[in-house]
């Protein structure tokens, strides 16, 4: 695995173009600092600082934190996507293959790589979302401090959920352009497929499937925080009922696609004559 890893890690990093993605990828979650001290002037009358709301106490922190940082995933997916796209404009998978890489290995090596990033970036937001906890919260008790943490493991099954799926995309047309195109394709065809569903039976029903479609499955492990953020600050005005939480059966549906994500990818380049 660490020779796998060490050498897509080398032909990444020789890549100017990605070297600024991967970059990027990991700088623009710390945005989030500049959030947490982000101040509104109501005209000079008064002043709001978000932090000073209580909207990054403990255990919300984890699901505020995870939620934005997972909006900044497409730019380590354009990372993924040219992986694939440069191995056949530039001929190296042919050549690695030569080389005696076997094709599972050369898909493995991919996948390791997207663990790899994945981990990177869910270490940077759980040290994030602790170090604003602890400067923001007002609670200091262990257990209260660490409850809501299963955000950072929907996180962190997120990115290399969505990621695989990108890896297969790449596999799928060998073009990062448009790999990322099927992106936008599928999330289309995922909300028409729920339209046809909800319109031939009920709503209900159709927003159970929903939550199996690979894009939407993904979503579903990190809700929007509003409601929630709603619901804390005034709960007497906040009828509508919310889940939030994360579901060990959700983890399980984007892990499902994960898998398949990856085999397909590897019978895509099995098949395929290079």
Not at 28 to 39: A, G, H, N, R, V
Not at 160 to 169: A, K, M, T, Y
Not at 241 to 253: L, P, T
């Amino acid at each position: 695995m660490i020779r796998l890893l060490q050498l897509e890690l080398q032909k990444l990093l020789l890549s100017r173009i990605n070297k600024v993605l991967i970059f990027i990828s990991f700088i623009l979650p710390l945005f989030i600092l500049l959030l947490s001290s982000f101040k509104i002037n109501f005209f000079g009358l008064f002043i709001i600082e978000l932090g000073e709301l209580g909207v990054f106490n403990f255990p919300m922190i984890w699901h505020i934190t995870t939620f934005f940082a997972s909006q900044f995933k497409f730019f380590f997916a354009i990372v993924v996507v040219s992986m694939i796209g440069n191995e056949y404009s530039n001929r190296t998978l042919k050549q690695n293959l030569i080389d005696g890489l076997s094709k599972k290995e050369f898909i493995l090596s991919k996948f390791y790589t997207i663990v790899f990033f994945s981990l990177v970036s869910t270490v940077i937001i759980f040290i994030l979302s602790l170090c604003i906890g602890l400067y923001y919260s007002s609670y200091n008790e262990i257990g209260i401090i660490f409850r809501d943490t299963a955000y950072i493991l929907a996180y962190f099954v997120k990115l290399v959920g969505f990621f695989s799926l990108c890896l297969f995309f790449g596999m799928l047309v060998k073009r990062s352009a448009f790999a990322l195109a099927f992106l936008f394709i599928l999330y289309i065809l995922e909300w028409i497929t729920f339209g046809i569903i909800a319109w031939k039976s009920d709503m209900s029903f159709a927003e159970k499937i929903q939550n199996f479609f690979p894009l939407k499955s993904m979503y579903k492990l990190i809700d929007q925080p509003f409601q929630r953020i709603a619901m804390t600050k005034f709960p007497d005005k906040t009828e509508m009922a919310y889940d939030f939480a994360v579901h060990w059966y959700e983890i399980i549906i984007v892990l499902g696609w994960t898998a398949v994500f990856v085999f397909l990818s590897y019978r895509l380049l099995k098949k395929r004559d290079l």
